[in-house]
């Protein structure tokens, strides 16, 4: 088998790999592996901003308040804490690398609000394109770092696990699988948002991390926390996949949600209105469509003026209108949509897991900073500062790699694309129907009886080609979500469960 050495393995080009490797000492090798390139990616996508309390209205204990009042009793406090205290640092941190934040005429940074913040506290680039802004900052600074190598179009296979503890990776790149042995792992792979019909995440979005540590024995948390955003585009006819997001700025800036008749229904229903945290907008929604039996709700912007629209949410603007709407005149057709895994492999407050020599940070982690429900914008933050963080920690005391043959695995091989993409029609069902926005217990036990089903089916081939590969993904982290739904009887933000519905 073909053996790539290096001291740090990263596996994604997200915000979190690519801030973490920034921090890593420049004495240690890095190998970047990514199965595309840095523009896709759920990072690439992010539109609305990135949360911090940088402003003299502002401060970090009204941001932990905040964070907590949206976690609904899940949360971490102590990794919420860091989160609040360390970000703005970062947030100083990336204007030194030159991302080109908004400004305000004075030259200070433009912040918004989203749903759950009582601060405007939201900073933004490219007025909606905060994220695809930050990724092309970060990804040319790290790409020439001298200690760094990068493997796009390649894909992760599988941990390498020997007396323990974490060795590297096989990774299939040019056309053969290679044994990638590092004296660490940080998985960044992103969110699984694939394994839902309609979801704001791109293709890669397949959970490939999260179901690698699970099989390599690492402990995950809080799968059961799928967070839905209320306001995806509502296309009709849309073909599965992904679905444009309408980002919740836009309520921020005075956007109103109406029924297909044009009354509001958000009013009364929490002390915030339209700017309440998602799970609650997501579950008024769903209630409304299930009343009027129609299939979408209504956001009316149409308050604000084409140039104010235009300028401040030019994304949104430009693919409205390329679909015909006119967001200064026309209401904007929305539904809610799997946007954000909260759960994932668990780690402490160094992005360490609990396999050593295995790190996580970003959407794959689950630091428990976001609780049962994610505050708006507090996900690239949490990029920012545990990969920080993580960076720090594998400075300070990685151990001397040993010497070390990994067991050959067989290369991937043409596999069954018609049967990989049947599987993904039941598991994308399955999740729809049995671990959506409200759940019920019988409907819980069902999915896992059939997702049990699927995964063992997919299990019987392991060696397989890429679509293969992350299908078995998407079925054992579609399974983790479903068995961690179940074994949480009571609802807590994200996971609701519908009492003595069948
Ligand atoms: C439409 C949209 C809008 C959003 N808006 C915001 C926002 O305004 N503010 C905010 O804070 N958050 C937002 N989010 C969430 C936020 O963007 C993500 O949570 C965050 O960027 C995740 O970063 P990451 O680095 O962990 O993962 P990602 O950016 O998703 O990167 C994952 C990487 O892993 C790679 N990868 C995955 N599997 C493999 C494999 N098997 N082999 C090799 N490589 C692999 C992928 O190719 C990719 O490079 C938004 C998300 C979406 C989808």
Not at 264 to 278: K, Q, S
Not at 341 to 370: D, F, K, Q, R
Not at 449 to 464: F, K, N, Q, V
């Amino acid at each position: 088998m073909d053996i790539y050495e290096t001291d740090v393995l990263i596996v994604g080009c997200g915000i979190a790999g690519l801030y973490a490797s920034l921090h890593i000492d420049p004495r240690l090798r890095v190998l970047f592996v990514t199965k595309e390139g840095a523009d896709t990616s759920n990072s690439w996508l992010a539109q609305g901003g990135i949360a911090a309390a940088i402003t003299v209205e502002d401060d970090p204990q009204q941001h932990f308040l905040d964070t907590l009042e949206a976690g609904a009793g899940v949360c971490d406090e102590s990794a919420v804490r860091v989160l609040v205290n360390e970000g703005p640092r970062e947030i100083a941190a990336l204007r030194q690398m030159a991302v080109p934040f908004d400004l305000k005429p004075d030259g200070t940074l433009s912040v918004t609000r989203e749903g759950g913040h009582h601060r405007d506290r939201v900073v933004h680039a490219g007025g909606d394109a905060t994220g695809r802004e930050t990724v092309k900052t970060l990804s040319p600074l790290a790409q020439t770092r001298p200690n760094t190598a990068f493997w796009e179009h390649s894909f992760f296979l599988d941990l390498i696990v020997s007396d323990g503890r974490v060795r590297g990776a096989y990774v299939y790149t040019e056309g053969k699988t290679r044994a990638a042995l590092a004296r660490c792992v940080v998985l960044c792979t992103g969110g699984a948002g694939r394994i839902y019909g309609r979801s704001t995440n791109p293709s890669v979005a397949t959970g490939d991390g999260i179901a690698a540590a699970r099989r390599a024995g690492a402990a995950l948390k809080n799968m059961e926390f799928v967070q839905f955003h209320p306001t995806g585009l509502h296309e009709q006819g849309a073909p599965e996949g992904r679905a444009f997001l309408i980002t919740e700025a836009l309520r921020g800036e005075g956007a109103l949600l109406r029924n297909t008749k044009g009354e509001r229904f958000m009013a009364g229903t929490h002390p915030l209105d339209e700017l309440a945290p998602r799970d609650i907008v997501s579950r008024a929604i769903v209630r409304e469509l299930n009343q009027s039996g129609e299939e979408f709700v209504c956001l009316d912007i149409t308050g604000r003026g084409r140039d104010f629209l235009k300028a401040r949410f030019p994304t949104v603007y430009t693919e409205c209108e390329r679909r015909g709407l006119h967001i200064e005149r026309d209401f904007i057709p929305v539904s809610p949509v799997q946007h954000y895994m909260v759960g994932g492999i668990a780690t402490g407050l160094w992005g360490e897991c609990t396999l050593p020599g295995l790190y996580s940070v970003g959407e794959s982690a689950c630091t428990g900073v976001h609780g049962a429900n994610r505050l708006a914008s507090n996900s690239m933050l949490e990029c920012l500062v545990f990969g920080r963080r993580c960076a720090e920690h594998i400075n300070a005391g990685t151990p001397e790699r040993v010497p070390f043959s990994p067991p050959p695995v067989p290369s991937p091989r043409e596999g069954d694309a018609v049967r990989a993409a049947a599987a993904r029609r039941e598991i994308r069902a399955v999740c729809d129907r049995d671990a959506g926005i409200i759940r019920t217990a019988a409907g819980m036990a069902r999915g896992i009886a059939e997702m049990r089903g699927i995964t063992e089916s997919l299990d019987a081939t392991p060696s397989a080609d890429r679509e293969t590969c992350e299908t078995r993904n998407m079925a054992h982290t579609a399974l983790c979500v479903l068995e961690g739904a179940l074994s949480r009887p009571e609802s807590a933000g994200t996971h609701f469960v519908e009492r003595g519905a069948q």
